[in-house]
């Protein structure tokens, strides 16, 4: 089961890169493992994009290294935060995705444009500012899942955080988000046009 994690958590990390959900070395990505206090998540400063086997590292639940080598990402807090608040979810996924960025900065909120959004995200928070890897951020970003069923939400100047039942759904929703910020900009421009072609 590790190994097929560890394939699937790879996997999605290059789908992340590759539809330019994240640049550089930001956005991390977790899974936890089935019946356990164990996740599986990537290592600080390694492109998504460039993700292989070794830079897949076990944790447990309380951020302690089990197996690999590096430090896992600096968002390990919200990430295990949101494990332990919400038992039913099995992947998390933090990306940087440009349009929803631009959104968040700027209006506050995402409008829910598409037929998709509004199926699959529903409602989508915006959190304030807060610095990376913060303990402040962590504890913003896990207030929003709390208790919720709360699946996407945004970050003022910083990004997005999906989750899901597996890496699969969570990748869909940034998925969702992304494409439904592109929908809303497009809406905008034709707007500003009068409506015109």
């Keep these: 089961m590790l190994e097929q994690l560890r394939d699937e958590l790879i996997e999605v990390c290059h789908e992340v890169y590759r539809r330019g959900l994240s640049s550089g070395s930001g956005g991390n990505i977790s ?8 996740v599986l998540i990537k290592r600080s400063g390694c492109s998504l994009g460039r993700v292989q086997a070794v830079d897949c590292i076990l944790v447990d639940i309380d951020g302690n290294l089990v197996e690999g080598q590096g430090k896992p990402s600096k968002e390990i807090n919200f990430h295990l935060g949101i494990y332990r608040c919400r038992p ?15 959104f968040a900065n700027t209006y506050g ?3 829910l444009v598409t037929v998709s959004a509004r199926a699959y995200l529903k409602q989508v928070p915006n959190i304030p500012f807060a610095q990376p890897g913060s303990a402040e951020l962590a504890r913003l970003v896990i207030e929003q899942y709390q208790g919720t069923g709360i699946n996407t939400i945004t970050m003022v100047e910083h990004g997005a955080v999906t989750v899901g039942k597996n890496l699969r759904e969570a990748y869909d929703l940034m998925d969702y988000l992304e494409d439904n910020a592109k929908t809303a900009l497009a809406m905008l421009q034709i707007k500003a046009l009068g409506g015109k072609l």
């Design 88 to 102: 039913e979810v099995r992947a998390v996924l933090h990306a940087h995705p440009p349009y929803a960025i631009a």
């Design 31 to 38: 899974v936890r493992i089935p019946d356990s206090d164990y």
């Design 109 to 111: 909120s995402l409008p």
